[in-house]
Nanobody, 130 residues
Framework: QAQLVESGGGLVQTGGSLRLSCAAS????????MGWYRQAPGKQRELVAA?????????SYGDSVKGRFTISRGNAKNTVVLQMNSLKPEDTAVYYC??????????????????????RGQGTLVTVSS
């Protein structure tokens, strides 16, 4: 099973930026999609962003973050970076890095909803103050 280690997160003011990183290790040969989802208290899981790490080009974003967040592969193998700009109080949540054998970011999105991803990290808290 893959192990995921997240870094980044914290407290930022409205309009600020944060950068989250995630590194995968262990049984990762079959992993082809990595991404982030978030969950706020009392709310459902929500896809934030996903990327096909084989191509590094196919990405998918949640509607609420399009145009503000960018996901990319990191310099190190099997790492992904989420750059979050123009943060809003409603972005406050625990952000989880996840990895899966989905094959496509569309299927990854469905597996987020079903809580059926192959691996996820411990989560990192992002708090945006108004």
């Amino acid at each position: 099973q893959a192990q995921l280690v997240e870094s980044g997160g914290g407290l930022v003011q409205t309009g600020g930026s944060l950068r989250l990183s995630c590194a995968a290790s262990g049984s990762i040969d079959s992993i082809n999609v990595m991404g982030w989802y978030r969950q706020a208290p009392g709310k459902q899981r929500e896809l934030v962003a996903a990327i096909n790490i084989v191509s590094g080009e196919r990405t998918s974003y949640g509607d609420s973050v399009k145009g503000r967040f960018t996901i990319s592969r990191g310099n190190a193998k099997n790492t992904v970076v989420l750059q979050m700009n123009s943060l809003k109080p409603e972005d406050t949540a625990v952000y989880y890095c996840a990895a899966d054998r989905s094959g496509t970011t569309s299927i990854f999105r469905l597996r987020v909803k079903a809580d059926a991803l192959d691996a996820r990290g411990q989560g990192t808290l992002v708090t945006v103050s108004s």
